[in-house]
């Protein structure tokens, strides 16, 4: 029965790091009293997501940090928010998108069509990122994505973005809601490399940085 228990287990710590749901923080919004006063809407509401974020990792909420990481007061690592790095983008469909096996962290290969470009700017930089719809869970568009500061100020392996079908309607790429796969914290977990074409020659100093 130990050995069923410990099968499953390993089960799940593989397959997280492809379950959007398991990266969006609860619904209840922690009460901040005045902290963020002097931000303006948009910071506060990314804060607030941040807040929740850090709640649910800190708190062993989602079971990803060993306990010894766990803290009733501390927060993850982000860079401030910044509109800079939430900018419109114009999506271009893929027809007939391949399916491939995207690599992993481990021998694990989920699988995942090419569904589209995303073509945006940042400063005199023309960019794209491709969106990647994973087979298993269809409305949920997956946009994991290098850029020059990993290693650096954030995780070596990259970061991820995720988006719905509806978000393609007004296309916008928020930066500041970068965050770190599970991999980053606990390396018993299986998450997705980044492919080629998403290796941003630029840097990207949004969102969430390195945990160490």
Request: proline share 8%; charged share 20%; aromatic share 12%.
């Amino acid at each position: 029965m130990n050995k069923v228990i410990k099968l499953l287990s390993l089960v799940v710590l593989l397959v997280a790091c492809d379950t959007s749901s398991k990266w969006k923080p609860n619904q209840e919004v922690i009460d901040q009293g005045d902290t963020y006063n002097d931000l303006s809407p948009y910071a506060q509401k990314v804060m607030r997501h941040r807040d929740s974020t850090s709640a649910m990792f800190l708190s062993g909420a989602n079971g990803v940090l060993p306990k010894n990481k766990l803290s009733p007061t501390g927060k993850l690592p982000f860079f401030s928010p910044d509109e800079v790095f939430r900018v419109k983008a114009i999506f271009e469909p893929i027809e007939n998108g391949e399916v491939f096996e995207m690599k992993t962290s481990t021998d694990r290969l989920p699988e995942y069509k090419r569904y589209g470009v995303l073509h945006f700017s940042l400063g005199d930089a023309s960019l794209q990122l491709t969106l990647y719809q994973n087979v298993e869970q269809p409305d949920y568009l997956f946009c994991p994505f290098k850029d020059l500061t990993n290693t650096e100020t954030t995780y070596g392996a990259g970061r991820y973005l995720d988006f719905q079908l509806s978000d393609l309607q007004n296309p916008v790429i928020d930066f500041n809601y970068a965050y770190n796969p599970y991999c980053a914290y606990n390396k018993e977990f299986s998450c997705p490399i980044p492919p080629a074409e998403n290796h941003l020659k630029v840097p990207i100093p949004a969102g969430e940085k390195k945990w160490y």
